[in-house]
């Protein structure tokens, strides 16, 4: 029955993009970075930037929730880099939208004591916030 339950998670992770919490509380009951390793799965699947940015972010997510903070820092920064790679959208609206992913990982690394990464990831949020006031 678990089997099952797994492999159908599995096909709606595959068919569909959107909230993965139901995934990974289903498989914190299994194992704790069950849900993490499913997920980047289907982060090395998909090539288009939306569906990746999703994953992505579930993948951070998951991590936080497992309190691995270090983690899901890079992955908070995975996304950022995500959003300000995509071509077509004009720097000042990049900059918005990243700026929450770098918010979530400066967050995460305030929980490591991590003060390299802390004052990088500062930096970075201070050059995101000037860019996008331009906007």
Known sequence: MLEQV???LRERISTRMGDFSEVFRFERMRSGNAAVYLLREQFEKFAGSPQKLDVCES???CFYQLEQYEDAANW???AGRLILSEPNTPPALKAI????EYE???ECYRHEDDD???T???TLIGELRRA???A
Do not use: D, M, N, P
């Not at 939208?97 to 929450?100: E, M, R, S, V």
């Open 116 to 118: 390299g990464k802390f």
């Open 120 to 122: 990088e990831c500062s």
């Open 132 to 134: 996008s006031a331009s």
């Open 76 to 78: 908070y920064e995975t």
């Open 6 to 8: 797994a492999l159908t």
């Open 59 to 61: 993948i951070a997510h």
């Open 104 to 106: 979530r990982a400066l």
């Open 97 to 100: 939208a990243a700026l929450g």
